[in-house]
T-cell receptor
Framework: QKEVEQNSGPLSVPEGAIASLNCTYS??????FFWYRQYSGKSPELIMF????GDKEDGRFTAQLNKASQYVSLLIRDSQPSDSATYLC??????????FGKGTRLHILP | SAVISQKPSRDICQRGTSLTIQCQVD?????MFWYRQQPGQSLTLIAT?????????ESGFVIDKFPISRPNLTFSTLTVSNMSPEDSSIYLC??????????FGSGTQLSVL
């Protein structure tokens, strides 16, 4: 059974600090890694994707991938109250076999 | 990214009835999918909508319960048949385009009484 594991949270982070979200996956053959943000009552929104080991930065977001450890993380710098949401990690070999984690609830404290 | 329109956005249905959800993408996409998100849970893939042929269903989902159509590259429907309260969920249409990244429609919040 292929699995994607995330801490459900809530993860509380002071405004302006760095929020660190983590995800582990079981399928060593996974090639694509995604982070989605989902506000309550809304659909998931793609915020980051990464395919290669290492770091990928986009604005305040950094995705980190370590395939040897089967670990992917998302860092949010200068956290804002608008970052409060559930963050879903998604992993797959192919686009038609993406598996989602249950998500981590992030709460940014003003 | 593709813009994915989904309707209805929400509905309240009686047990035993059926609901058809429509999904329209604003540009040609390679693949379309239907997901379900039950309360407090993550997303579960129901099926891949194949253009002009039968959908490919994941384990635990069958065509009689969730018939899917995709008559062209940009449009798909999902029907939730003979509904029961256990079908209460958010149903999400998704699609991939250039770069093979997965985008989602706005979702349909379904409540079955």
């Amino acid at each position: 059974q292929k699995e994607v594991e995330q801490n459900s949270g809530p993860l509380s982070v002071p405004e302006g600090a760095i929020a660190s979200l983590n995800c582990t996956y079981s399928d060593r053959g996974s090639q694509s890694f995604f982070w989605y943000r989902q506000y309550s009552g809304k659909s998931p929104e793609l915020i980051m994707f990464i395919y290669s080991n290492g770091d990928k930065e986009d604005g305040r977001f950094t995705a980190q991938l370590n395939k040897a450890s089967q670990y992917v993380s998302l860092l949010i710098r200068d956290s804002q109250p608008s970052d409060s949401a559930t963050y879903l990690c998604a992993v797959g070999r192919d686009v038609d076999k993406i598996i989602f984690g249950k998500g981590t609830r992030l709460h940014i404290l003003p | 990214s593709a813009v994915i329109s989904q309707k209805p956005s929400r509905d309240i249905c009686q047990r035993g009835t059926s609901l058809t959800i429509q999904c329209q993408v604003d540009s040609q996409v390679t693949m379309m999918f239907w997901y379900r998100q039950q309360p407090g849970q993550s997303l579960t893939l129901i099926a891949t909508a194949n253009q002009g042929s039968e959908a490919t269903y994941e384990s635990g989902f069958v065509i009689d319960k969730f018939p899917i159509s995709r008559p062209n590259l940009t449009f798909s429907t999902l029907t939730v048949s003979n509904m029961s309260p256990e079908d209460s969920s958010i149903y999400l249409c998704s699609a991939t385009g250039v770069g093979e990244k997965l985008f989602f429609g706005s979702g349909t919040q379904l409540s079955v009484l």
